[in-house]
């Protein structure tokens, strides 16, 4: 095992083949910033989204995906060109992976794309435990699934941050304020077969739970892009707090529940989630 891999094990409580699966991905997931970061992608790009908010905020749960945007719209932006640079880092670190860009079958403002590795090989490589490792499928993946949106809506704010493993490396990020207008407009927009990602609601309240302001202006151009508003609405804090009491009143929490439990180690918190205990809670929001 690599000694960086190592040491970034020592932040990890794993009890069981699950904790050991989302552990291996997580440090997966930094080396890959660590490798785009190199490769110069943020010089173009931000980091945003649950993973960002993850490893850079303290959100304390697991983010399977590693969401960015380009600080400013280019259609023909070439993500598949930061691939030999990622690809080489990554194997740096004794990874064996490959990086694949997922072809477009619609017309979208989203470039994707995966890094693949075998479970069974990488869990013997973080933890030599054949016994884990006996568990899992042969044929079984570990994926990193990677999205750039290539035309982001308008006023979303920055920073840069830096991380010391598993190599000293830069990010630029949204902030918080611009990270919450994201997640606000998942909140009142993003649902799967009709039903809301609980772990939208788990990181809303998180962000309440810190005090973060919500970046109005940035919320809104996300709101009007994706059509949720028409172009008079103003989107100030009262409508946007009214918009989110009626979104409360839809949610079936019991499902949104279910949906976060896989990503969180303390669920007892779930069993207070209801439409009244969100609503009181947005009473509290703020915005600039």
């Known amino acids: 095992m690599s000694e960086v891999i190592e040491q970034m094990l020592k932040n990890y409580n794993v009890g ?3 904790d050991q699966k989302n552990a291996m991905k997580e440090i997966m997931q930094e080396i890959v910033l660590c490798g785009l970061s ?15 908010l993850r490893i850079f ?35 740096a670190f004794g990874l064996n992976v490959t990086i694949t860009e997922k072809e477009k079958t619609i017309e979208s403002n989203i470039r994707s794309a995966f890094l ?35 035309n982001p809506p308008a006023y979303a704010t920055f ?20 990270l919450f207008a994201g997640k606000i ?7 799967w077969q009709s039903r809301i990602k609980g772990r939208d609601l788990y990181d809303y309240v998180f962000y309440l739970s810190r005090g973060t302001a919500v970046n109005r202006k940035h919320l809104r ?17 009262p409508e946007l707090k009214q918009m989110l009491y009626d979104r409360f009143d839809s949610i079936d929490f019991a499902q949104a529940g279910r ?7 303390n669920t007892s918190v779930l069993h207070i989630w209801s439409a009244e205990f969100f609503k009181q809670i947005t009473e509290g929001l703020r915005a600039y």
């Open 116 to 150: 693949k590795g075998n479970t069974k090989e990488h869990l013997l490589l973080f933890y030599a435990d054949e016994q884990a490792a006996g568990s899992v499928a042969r044929s079984e993946a570990v994926k990193i699934k990677f999205e750039v949106d290539v």
């Open 259 to 265: 949906d976060v439990e896989p990503f969180i180690h």
């Open 38 to 52: 190199r490769a110069g992608f943020f010089q173009k790009a931000a980091f945003y989204g649950g993973t960002a």
């Open 221 to 237: 151009e996300r709101l009007l892009q994706t059509g949720f508003i028409t172009s008079d609405v103003e989107c100030t804090l």
């Open 57 to 91: 905020y303290g959100l304390d749960r697991f983010s399977e995906d590693l969401d960015f945007s380009l600080e400013t719209a280019d259609p023909s932006f070439d993500l598949a060109s930061y691939f030999p640079v990622l690809e080489k880092e990554v194997k």
């Open 185 to 191: 407009h998942a909140v009142l927009c993003r649902a």
């Open 159 to 178: 920073e840069h941050k830096y991380r010391l493993l598993p190599s000293p490396y830069e990010v630029n990020i949204y902030d918080m304020p611009s």
């Open 16 to 18: 069981n083949i699950y």
